[in-house]
Nanobody, 121 residues
Framework: QVQLVESGGGLVQAGGSLRLSCAAS????????MGWYRQAPGKQRELVAS???????NYADSVKGRFTISRDNAKNTMYLQMNSLRAEDTAVYYC???????????????WGQGTQVTVSS
């Protein structure tokens, strides 16, 4: 069984910073693409940033220049450094990963439970 667990959310004032972490655990052979998504109340879930195993990254236009995604393959962990936070960044942030479990031959897509980020203006 593979689990993704996010941490690092919380309440911060506009202009502040937070760092989210996503730790994958369980019977894992390898992890391919990973990403952070967010969902604000009444809105659809959207991609914030993604990172390939080799390190190439992709960002939503709304967070470019403010957020940085990274990963530590040895620790099966992904991070999202969020700077210059705005009220519109308020959402539940979810971790997503394509994982090849140790006993499988196909990758599976997993989601974390989400962590709340609230930015006060």
């Amino acid at each position: 069984q593979v689990q993704l667990v996010e941490s690092g959310g919380g309440l911060v004032q506009a202009g502040g910073s937070l760092r989210l972490s996503c730790a994958a655990s369980g019977s894992i052979f390898s992890i391919d693409d990973m990403g952070w998504y967010r969902q604000a109340p009444g809105k659809q879930r959207e991609l914030v940033a993604s990172i390939a195993r080799g390190g190439s990254t992709n960002y939503a236009d709304s967070v470019k220049g403010r957020f940085t995604i990274s990963r530590d393959n040895a620790k099966n962990t992904m991070y999202l450094q969020m700077n210059s936070l705005r009220a519109e960044d308020t959402a539940v942030y979810y971790c997503n990963a394509y994982v090849l479990p140790a006993v499988a031959v196909l990758k599976h897509n997993y989601w974390g439970q989400g962590t709340q980020v609230t930015v006060s203006s």
